[in-house]
Nanobody, 121 residues
Framework: VQLQASGGGLVQSGGSLRLSCVAS?????LGWFRQAPGKAREFVAA????????YLADSVKGRFTISRDNTKNTVFLQMNSLKPEDTGVYYC??????????????????WGQGTQVTVSS
């Protein structure tokens, strides 16, 4: 599965951005991860393609929403009330087989190129 992420940018604290990830094929789960400078990549959100069941990291609950558009093979990450600590490169990833470990990087076989999100204070 090839993945193309877009939608990143520079925004002030409290602002919003919507990231998109277009997938060339179908996967069981699509996830978003992020990596801040000098830190490990971490789970942000995931969505099961068929059912739409979604999962969010505790740090983004109440602020971020993940959704998908089956007709466009696209997953969205709506990010509201952004904070400086949300800054990082955001990657979308595809898990072809599905697993309960949706928050683990090793479950995802395919990765997009990443899109930079910068939140200024």
């Amino acid at each position: 599965v090839q993945l193309q992420a877009s939608g990143g940018g520079l925004v002030q604290s409290g602002g919003s951005l919507r990231l998109s990830c277009v997938a060339s094929g179908r996967a069981y789960t699509l996830g978003w991860f992020r990596q801040a400078p000098g830190k490990a990549r971490e789970f942000v959100a995931a969505i099961v393609w068929r059912s739409g069941r979604s999962y969010l990291a505790d740090s983004v609950k109440g602020r971020f929403t993940i959704s998908r558009d089956n007709t466009k093979n696209t997953v969205f990450l709506q990010m509201n009330s952004l904070k400086p600590e949300d800054t990082g490169v955001y990657y979308c990833a595809a898990d072809r087989a599905g697993s309960s470990f949706y928050y683990e990087m090793f479950e995802y076989e395919d990765w997009g190129q990443g899109t930079q999100v910068t939140v200024s204070s």
